[in-house]
């Protein structure tokens, strides 16, 4: 199979050819050039993208992406376009993202029809979701989602790195109903390192997708050996707390894969301490996914204690709250419930 390419938004004339104001990478383009992220060309006089696709369509439970204080139980529509922005060296799911990069990595999408697709998470009561591979390069698509979608009530969601212009963010954010951005390492060596890419324009599009009233969560996997000191991992508290105490923050056990094959798994031990630091730093939610067990999951009140929201893996179990509030001490637990 190969890209069916679509005309793209996000452009602007250069002196050297056609400029992409996607990503801050900004690539100049030349004609028949194709970008960092090959899944976006220039062609003759017109920006091109690939990815009015998607490689999976899967129904999935919404506290998978992973997003906890947003519509519980809901069940999501999950797209995924091939390609990605950065060049993750761990990454779980390159052989969709690193589209052009490895060989692993073979178009295998199909075309989306955006009326049938939201007519679909109408029908079953779904939100839809843009997540495995960078839902960025999917901004096109997703806007033409959004107007659909509005109409009949289905939330559009991002699971993202957060590599985004400051002007394109500020075009997408308004029909986005949340987001969940990685954020991996605040150190901006460490990060070109992981992912080729700065962290700046991440901690810049975290700030304003708050801003512009996006629900927000935050992810980080914790790799051995890169940031899972206890220095590394304070100074991504601060980072994560500077956005407000009641952001959640998802702590992402991973294991070896892609080019970091002598990875060693993260320790539970090591998420239990990342945990800990969290709450020292004052973040109010603060999750582990399985390897701490039901307790990782569970929403507390930061006022009481007393555990408020109740989860299974990948699931919704159950919650004391009365219209978002601890039934107990009257605290607003913050989210969309």
């Not at 400051?166 to 954020?183: I, M, Q, Y």
Request: hydrophobic content about 40%; aromatic content about 8%.
């Amino acid at each position: 199979m190969e890209p069916q390419w679509s005309p793209a938004a996000f452009s602007r004339p250069h002196a050297d050819g056609i400029e992409c104001t996607l990503c801050p990478f900004q690539c100049v383009l030349h004609d028949n050039e194709i970008g960092r992220c090959r899944v976006r060309r220039r062609y003759g006089t017109q920006l091109e993208s690939a990815t009015f696709a998607t490689s999976v369509r899967h129904v999935q439970p919404i506290e998978r992406k992973p997003l906890y204080h947003f519509r519980p139980g809901a069940r999501v529509l999950t797209l995924a376009a091939p390609g990605c922005t950065f060049a993750c060296t761990y990454c779980q799911n390159y052989r969709i993202s690193q589209f052009g990069r490895s060989a692993a990595a073979t178009w295998n999408a199909e075309p989306v029809v955006p009326d049938e697709v939201v007519e679909n998470a109408s029908r079953e009561r779904l939100c839809i979701a843009f997540s495995y591979s960078e839902p960025v390069l999917a901004a096109e698509l997703t806007l033409a989602l959004a107007p659909r979608a509005a109409a009949q009530g289905v939330p559009l969601l991002w699971k993202t790195n957060g590599f985004i212009t400051r002007s394109a963010l500020r075009e997408v954010a308004p029909v986005l109903a949340a987001v969940n951005v990685d954020l991996k390492v605040v150190d901006e060596h460490s990060h070109r390192r992981l992912t080729a890419a700065p962290v700046a324009p991440v901690l810049d599009a975290i700030a304003e997708f708050k801003r512009a009233g996006v629900w927000l969560e935050i992810s980080t996997p914790i790799l051995s050996g890169v940031n899972d000191t206890d220095s590394a991992l304070a100074e991504l508290a601060r980072a994560v707390r500077a956005f407000g105490a009641d952001v959640p923050w998802h702590l992402l056990r991973t294991h070896p894969d892609y080019r970091m094959g002598a990875l060693t798994p993260t320790h539970p031990d090591t998420l239990a301490r990342a945990r800990a630091i969290a709450h020292a730093e004052g973040i109010h939610y603060v999750y582990v996914e399985r390897a701490l067990g039901a307790e990782g999951r569970t929403t507390h009140c930061p006022s009481c204690g007393i555990a408020a929201v109740q989860r299974g893996i990948w699931s919704f179990e159950s919650h004391t709250l009365n219209h978002g509030a601890c039934t107990q001490c009257g605290t607003a637990i913050a989210g969309h419930w």
